[in-house]
């Protein structure tokens, strides 16, 4: 089980191993003392059209900061996390071979998300494929039809779990249960996610 435990996913940006980043941008700064990522691709994670990935958050008008605070969060987690071991699995991307699959989030996380983000406006439920990237950006594909994510994901479970294919499963359980994964702690407190991936691995 140790060997789930503080560990970096085999993917495009991350380092090999998790250490101490003194220098990490922005929302991504609660996984500073020790992280999967660096301090570019934190800086990264906060632009609207990022090199990470080409992905756009505005690809049906400009996202509300309230909503897309939630999605620079997620990608903090995901780039920067060392805790999500229990849940990589093989990918067969061509940028990755490793992602993660059915990591439990904390309700208050989803919920809010869902909260924040359910009049901002999209084309799709799945944002990891079917995008016509021809622009060298994802734009929505042809007939796609841009709505709000209230009609899109009607739920917060559907929205966590959709969005990304599967990465995030939602759950009943609430913040510092020790049972679920929060996007969001105070670092001041320590890390919260130490002890849920301990009890799952």
């Known amino acids: 089980r140790d060997s789930l435990l503080n560990i970096c996913m085999d993917a495009k940006h991350h380092k090999t191993a998790p250490g101490p980043e003194g220098q990490l941008y922005g929302q991504c700064v609660l996984w500073k003392d020790n992280a999967c ?8 994670a906060h632009e609207d059209q990022s090199y990470l990935y080409q992905f756009n ?10 909503c897309k605070r939630h ?5 903090c987690l995901y780039e920067c996390s060392p805790n999500l071991g229990p849940w990589i699995a093989q990918a067969d991307n061509s940028w990755r071979k490793e992602r993660i699959r059915d990591v439990p989030l ?16 999209t084309c799709k439920t799945n944002w990891h494929k079917g ?10 594909p042809q007939g796609a039809m841009c709505q709000k994510f209230k009609f899109v994901f009607p739920t917060a479970a559907a ?7 599967g990465s995030y499963l939602y759950t009943s359980h ?28």
């Open 71 to 75: 999605f620079i969060q997620d990608t």
């Open 159 to 165: 929205l966590c779990e959709q969005i990304w294919s």
């Open 174 to 201: 609430h913040r510092g249960s020790g049972r679920c994964i929060q996007m969001w702690f105070d670092p001041a407190q320590g890390n919260p996610n130490i002890a849920v991936a301990q009890y799952y691995a």
């Open 37 to 44: 990522c660096t301090a570019n691709t934190t800086e990264e």
């Open 57 to 66: 958050w505005d690809h049906c008008g400009a996202m509300p900061q309230k």
């Open 106 to 121: 904390c309700r208050e996380d989803c919920e809010q998300w869902w909260e924040d983000c359910q009049d901002a406006v």
């Open 131 to 140: 995008w016509n990237w021809t622009s060298g950006t994802n734009q929505c």
